[in-house]
């Protein structure tokens, strides 16, 4: 009975779950893990469905998915072929909470901007630049604009974002622009994402 209860409070807490997988490559069930951009989507498609069938979330709810579906997409776009370890992403969302959560074991935000920014130096840096400006390196495709997409719903809406990657992490806050990097006490390679709704 008692390991059954510990069960049901590690399942209900997915920040946590998704944490000690980014941090630590501890085993996730198969049922957060996606191995592919395909898979995904398919998690992805079945969220926005059950989303949909909740009246009060009517007005926000394609805001939510496509928040979740940028975040989710850059794992895979910017770490195809360059997975350091484990490829895939953890996704895994609460509809009672009102919470949807993201990580991967990528590169992260800092070594995926310095292939265009070398100037880059620190994880603070990087996230700021990830949300504030237009970075691509795929001249002249019109490309890198989704985390500032991120950024603007955000602060239009009631949803909130912390996201960490590296030692620094980002916390918008709900229907506001200002931008709260600070440095995150424990390190780690890739990204981490909690969505709250």
Request: hydrophobic fraction near 40%; aromatic fraction near 10%; glycine fraction near 8%.
């Amino acid at each position: 009975m008692y390991y059954r209860v510990q069960l049901e409070l590690y399942f209900n807490d997915l920040f946590g779950l998704a944490k000690e997988w980014a941090y630590k490559n501890t085993e996730i069930p198969i049922r957060f893990y996606c191995a592919n951009s395909a898979g995904f989507q398919t998690k992805l498609s079945t969220m926005q469905d059950l989303l949909s069938g909740i009246k009060e979330l009517s007005p926000m709810f394609p805001l939510v998915v496509a928040m979740a579906g940028e975040i989710g997409n850059n794992s895979f776009d910017h770490n195809l072929g360059n997975w350091p370890d484990v490829p895939g992403i953890f996704f895994g969302y609460d509809i009672q909470k009102r919470v949807a959560v993201l990580a991967d074991r990528g590169r992260g935000v800092l070594m995926t901007l310095k292939r265009i920014r070398p100037e880059l130096n620190t994880d603070k840096e990087a996230l700021r630049v990830a949300f504030t400006e237009i970075v691509s390196g795929r001249a002249p495709e019109s490309r890198g604009n989704g985390l500032k997409f991120v950024r603007k719903v955000v602060a239009e809406n009631p949803i909130g974002l912390l996201f960490q990657t590296g030692n620094a992490e980002l916390i918008l806050k709900k229907d506001s622009d200002e931008l709260d990097i600070r440095l995150n006490p424990k390190s780690f390679r890739g990204c981490l994402a909690l969505i709250t709704f």
